[in-house]
Nanobody, 126 residues
Framework: EVQLVESGGGLVQAGGSLRLSCTAA????????MGWFRQAPGKKREGIAC????????EFADSVKGRFSISSDNAKNTLYLQMNSLKPEDTANYYC???????????????????WGQGTQVTVSS
């Protein structure tokens, strides 16, 4: 059974940082395409970052480029999202997701991902 469990969310002031973690189980994490997404109340789910199989490439949404980074620890089956210079508009529930398909490249289209975690809330105060 595929499991994705996010952690690390919380309340932070604007300009601050958080690191989200996503612990994976039930599939070959090293070869998976993984992504981070977020959804604010009343808004569509937004792709913000992804990492391709074997960490060969990454992609970021324009809204987070230069502020967020994505990394993984294959020994721990864990995906990370480092978020710096946080803004109030970054407030959302953050999800990690995995695709059944492996690949040299990734994209941040939610419909391309098959497995989802339960999410972790990030709130940025002004």
């Amino acid at each position: 059974e595929v499991q994705l469990v996010e952690s690390g969310g919380g309340l932070v002031q604007a300009g601050g940082s958080l690191r989200l973690s996503c612990t994976a189980a039930g599939f070959n994490f090293r070869n998976a395409v993984m992504g981070w997404f977020r959804q604010a109340p009343g808004k569509k789910r937004e792709g913000i970052a992804c990492m391709s199989s074997s960490d060969t490439s990454t992609e970021f949404a324009d809204s987070v480029k230069g502020r967020f980074s994505i990394s993984s620890d294959n020994a721990k089956n864990t995906l990370y999202l480092q978020m710096n210079s946080l803004k109030p508009e970054d407030t959302a529930n953050y999800y990690c997701a995995a695709s059944r398909d492996s690949g040299w490249f990734c994209d941040i289209t939610p419909s391309d991902y098959n497995y989802w975690g339960q999410g972790t809330q990030v709130t940025v105060s002004s």
